[in-house]
């Protein structure tokens, strides 16, 4: 049986706050175990957080914003390699770590305090990494990490969690050469767990409810990968 436990009683995350070590004390943790840890709480105990005080918009960014704040838009440019579609201020982008989506992760809910921009982190895949060896380190326990954030996506109203940053499980599950319970062979089922993960533990973490994490139990997949295997690569990406 699978069960979502939501990891209640986190205060308040700033820079250099030692998020493992919260965690291990607000939850108890088992082998096997997902803990899914929202990208805010990850980004603010790294310091990635932002003073739109402190920028200064360019002439692209006070185009781009159409009407909003240019500071924020210049953040968006500075956290992007390209700029996918805008329209009206709305922009969607693709980041440093490959991610295509809303504003190149850049995002004023939940932040610190007003006035202020949460940015992604640097290498998520290697902050679930150090989070995974803090709470092996502190509980004992063998547990995969999953960094999660909200995306939108093509064709569908909604946003939905998915996985930006893996460790300590496989994030794919190849279906290729197996068959259906009718005998058909599968040739092209990949299913991403680490995203149906991610979205699952979003509706016990409750967006308005600053609880940024959860621990997900009862799955079998422990194993080697990254989020950077969810990118969509280039030349199959049907939306460039």
Not at 94 to 107: K, L, M, N, P, Y
Not at 156 to 173: E, F, N, Q, S
Request: proline fraction near 5%; aromatic fraction near 2%.
């Amino acid at each position: 049986m699978i069960s979502i436990l939501p990891v209640e009683g986190l205060p308040e995350l700033g820079a250099g706050d030692d998020l493992g070590a919260l965690l291990a004390r607000a939850a108890s943790f088992e082998h096997g175990d997902v803990l899914v840890v929202a990208q805010k709480a990850i980004s603010k105990t790294e310091g990635r957080v932002v003073r739109l005080e402190e920028v200064e918009p360019g002439e692209r960014a006070r185009e781009l914003a159409a009407g909003r704040d240019p500071r924020h838009a210049q953040v968006i440019l500075d956290e992007s390699t390209r700029i996918v579609r805008e329209r009206d201020g709305f922009v969607i982008a693709e980041t440093r770590h490959g991610f295509v989506c809303g504003s190149a992760g850049v995002d004023a809910s939940n932040a610190p305090e007003a006035g202020t921009l949460v940015l992604l982190p640097v290498d998520p895949d290697a902050s679930a990494e150090r989070l995974r060896a803090r709470i092996r380190e502190l509980n004992g326990a063998a547990v995969a990490v999953i960094v999660s954030d909200s995306f939108g996506r093509p064709w569908r109203l909604g946003t939905t969690d998915v996985a930006i940053g893996v460790a300590g499980l496989r994030p794919l599950l190849d279906l290729e050469g197996r068959r259906d319970p009718a005998g058909y062979e599968l040739h092209s089922t990949v299913i991403a767990v680490a995203d149906e993960i991610a979205g699952a533990a979003e509706l016990a973490m409750r967006k308005l409810a600053r609880m940024p994490a959860a621990i997900v139990r009862g799955l079998d997949l422990a194993g080697e990968g990254s989020a950077r295997e969810l990118i969509m690569p280039a030349e199959r990406d049907l939306f460039r």
